[in-house]
């Protein structure tokens, strides 16, 4: 299997999700081996931050990577979408601290991307396929691996709160069903948390219009769900995208339970600095 990029550029803007202000990010074609780079554009220059999961920098309400000097926040979605769509090589430009929110889940990421398009490249892709089972379980959030040859998830939710509940969903992903069954899925979030959130600088970029916020009544959203376990999608989504702070796409089975973006992250290296559990090969 070829390495991909994108066969031009796309550029997306939106709304931020904690700072609330204008933010835009362009994809651009990058040659074989580089790997998904963020260019953060600041002030004093370019800054270039590479997916490692060490550069997870915090974890709340979205996964930041930084390097000490610049970060990015609300990476997760991007990530998924590019290792999903299987597009191994790419840079994203940024300016301002955050990628866009767009509508609170892939699809216009997708859509910008498809835009692009995606072309091989000249080497063969590179993987780290998971050879030994692995769990880390902590404070009622799970995740375990095993040797699979694929990326499949199978994950479960639990919230108290009627109109979630306990949601499970399984699925093998590829650039198909991701398109299908995850990309469209949107974050979500309650109420009654709006006013504490913002009251600390985050979340000021929430709306309607790219959340699902949920009150004591259901789904405040006009139009409601677009599917009815569209919480577990997106938790699945944030998962693929976490998962790809490895720096390249995986093969294996993951169980999850109740995670979210730090125990992602926690997971993710300690299953990287474990001896023999990960082994490059040439797909």
Do not use: W
Request: charged share 25%.
């Amino acid at each position: 299997m070829p390495q991909k990029t994108l066969a031009g550029s796309v550029i997306c803007t939106g709304v931020s999700l904690h700072a609330g202000t204008q933010v835009s990010m362009e994809f651009k074609p990058a040659p074989a081996d580089t790997g998904i780079v963020f260019h953060v554009h600041a002030e004093d220059g370019e800054h270039l931050l590479a997916l490692r999961p060490e550069a997870v920098s915090t974890t709340e309400l979205a996964t930041t990577i930084s390097n000490g000097k610049v970060s990015v926040s609300t990476i997760e979605h991007v990530l998924s979408s590019l290792r999903a769509l299987d597009i191994d090589n790419v840079e994203i430009h940024v300016v301002g601290c955050e990628v866009p929110l767009l509508d609170g889940s892939a699809k216009l990421i997708v859509e910008a991307l498809d835009k692009a398009g995606i072309v091989e490249q000249e080497a063969p892709r590179r993987m780290m396929r998971v050879t030994r089972e692995f769990s880390l379980e902590q404070n009622g959030k799970s995740i375990a691996v095993k040797p699979y040859d694929g990326f499949r998830v199978d994950y479960t939710i639990r919230f108290p709160h009627p109109v979630i509940g306990e949601q499970r969903f399984v699925l093998d992903i590829s650039p198909e069903t991701f398109r299908r069954e995850i990309a469209n899925a949107r974050t979500f979030g309650f109420f009654r948390e709006a006013e504490y959130l913002r009251s600390r600088g985050l979340a000021r970029g929430c709306s309607l219009d790219n959340v699902i916020v949920i009150d004591d009544n259901g789904v405040m959203n006009e139009g409601g769900l677009r599917f009815p376990d569209e919480f577990v999608r997106h938790k699945i989504l944030d998962f693929i995208g976490d998962m790809a702070m490895l720096g390249k796409p995986m093969l294996g089975e993951f169980t999850v339970s109740c995670s979210g973006h730090a125990h992602n992250n926690a997971f993710l290296r300690q299953l990287d600095q474990l001896e023999g559990a990960l082994e490059a090969v040439d797909c």
